[in-house]
């Protein structure tokens, strides 16, 4: 089980054009939601999809980031095959990010506050916690549609 508790580690991570952030820039307005995945695996995929979903509808200073533990190609064929709009940041082996939080599933998604402690955990794809997530970041009216297939669970 990952860390649940506590503060998100603080560390610097490359975009997809190699430039260095803070992830705590993520948080700095407002909560936050920070998806840890990998593209190998499909739960990461579909969940990916729907947290840029929370991304495109989230309210002002609400932070949305996907933290892919991919190649900077790999990653952008990801990105531009998923349509996605969120920021991508990359986490590079030997994962420090991941080892720092107890990871031991992708996909796992945090909850930041913007004080960087660590509200809400959620490992692999979970339909109510991605409302709960989505109602925290400021999303109006339901996040999915009727058409939606999305289960609720669907493990990593």
């Known amino acids: 089980m990952p860390r649940s508790s506590g503060r998100f580690p603080s560390i610097e991570l490359r975009d997809l054009e190699d430039a260095p952030h803070p992830i705590a820039e993520c948080w700095a307005k407002g909560p936050a939601l920070v998806l840890i995945g990998?593209?190998?695996?499909?739960?990461?995929?579909?969940?990916?999809?729907?947290?840029d979903?929370?991304?495109?509808?989230?309210?002002?200073?609400?932070?949305?980031?996907?933290?892919?533990?991919?190649d900077v190609e790999t990653a952008r064929t990801l990105r531009d095959q998923l349509g996605l709009t969120l920021p991508v940041r990359l986490e590079p082996d030997p994962y420090p990010l991941a080892t720092a939080l107890e990871l031991t599933t992708v996909p796992t998604l945090f909850l930041v506050a913007p004080?960087?402690?660590?509200?809400?955990?959620?490992?692999?794809?979970r339909r109510a916690d991605l409302e709960a997530f989505g109602?925290?970041?400021?999303?109006?009216?339901?996040?999915?549609?009727?058409?939606?297939?999305?289960?609720a669970l669907k493990p990593g």
């Open 53 to 70: 979903r929370i991304h495109a509808r989230r309210g002002a200073g609400a932070g949305v980031l996907a933290v892919l533990q991919d």
């Open 38 to 51: 990998h593209r190998n695996c499909k739960t990461t995929r579909e969940t990916l999809a729907l947290v």
């Open 135 to 151: 109602a925290r970041l400021g999303v109006q009216g339901e996040l999915f549609t009727a058409d939606d297939k999305v289960p």
């Open 115 to 125: 004080d960087g402690s660590i509200e809400r955990v959620s490992e692999a794809l």
